[in-house]
């Protein structure tokens, strides 16, 4: 009944900007480590970004100083503000969530089904 649910992709040029969001529905009691990964073609699926329960946050080093990662743990929900975009960041982005679920807490590791991010130059 857990679910993540992407938005915010799209196509921009080079230098533009895009928020993805992440939003958890369910049975959930808690949200521990929330994170976003990106996946191009023929490419390994890699960490983007990663926001701990205590707000503690970490970036692949290519995106350090461009995009921000934060939560909202009212709504369930993770952003990922991706500023001056390069074609690089060209990759399909998976939100990750490890959440506490229903009434005995049982921990367990959700994904999104992924939203495309194009960056054109």
């Known amino acids: 009944q857990v679910q993540l649910v992407e938005s915010g992709g799209g196509l921009v040029q080079a230098g533009g900007s895009l928020r993805l969001s992440c939003a958890a529905s369910?049975?959930?009691?808690?949200?521990?480590?929330m994170g976003w990964y990106r996946q191009a073609p023929g490419k390994q699926r890699e960490l983007v970004a990663r926001?701990?329960?205590?707000?503690?946050?970490n970036y692949v080093d290519s995106v350090k100083g461009r995009f921000t990662i934060s939560r909202d743990n009212a709504k369930n929900t993770a952003y990922l503000q991706m500023n001056s975009l390069e074609p690089e960041d060209t990759a399909v982005y998976y939100c990750?969530?490890?959440?506490?679920?229903?009434?005995?807490?049982?921990?367990?590791?959700?994904w999104g089904q992924g939203t495309q991010v194009t960056v054109s130059s």
């Open positions: 990750n969530a490890d959440l506490l679920i229903g009434l005995f807490r049982v921990r367990n590791e959700y």
């Open positions: 369910g049975s959930i009691f808690g949200i521990n480590r």
């Open positions: 926001i701990s329960s205590n707000g503690t946050t």
